[in-house]
């Protein structure tokens, strides 16, 4: 079964920090290049962060650039989401996504490439 489990969500004051992790079966993690998304309350679905199959490559929207990062940890099928500096525009529901559908991780940024999809982890930042 092809399934994605994040965790790590929370409430925190902005400047905080927090590491999302989302544990992937086998089939989901193994050699797939895989993303994080979020959507903010009213919004659409946006892009966050990538990773390549095996970790050397990864892309960031602009705004996450140099305070998020993506990572993964293939003895435990997980991959991870480091935030720092969060802001109140931070707020939303984070997802992982699995088996994207390009090689080239800069193609990476658009949902609709994924095909496995977690149920999402909610990240609230207070001003």
């Known amino acids: 079964q092809v399934q994605l489990v994040e965790s790590g969500g929370g409430l925190v004051q902005a400047g905080g920090s927090l590491r999302l992790s989302c544990a992937a079966s086998r089939r989901a993690y193994t050699d797939n290049n895989m993303g994080w998304f979020r959507q903010p309350p009213g919004k659409e679905r946006e892009f966050v962060a990538a990773?390549?199959?095996?970790?050397?490559?990864?892309d960031y929207a602009g705004s996450m650039k140099g305070r998020f990062t993506i990572s993964r940890d293939s003895a435990k099928n997980t991959v991870y989401l480091e935030m720092k500096g969060l802001l109140p525009e931070d707020t939303a529901v984070y997802y992982c996504?699995?088996?994207?559908?390009?090689?080239?991780?800069?193609?990476?940024?658009?949902?609709?490439?994924?095909?496995?999809w977690g149920q999402g982890t909610q990240v609230t930042v207070s001003s």
């Open positions: 990773i390549s199959w095996n970790g050397v490559t990864t």
């Open positions: 996504a699995a088996r994207c559908a390009r090689s080239i991780i800069s193609e990476c940024s658009r949902a609709d490439y994924f095909d496995t």
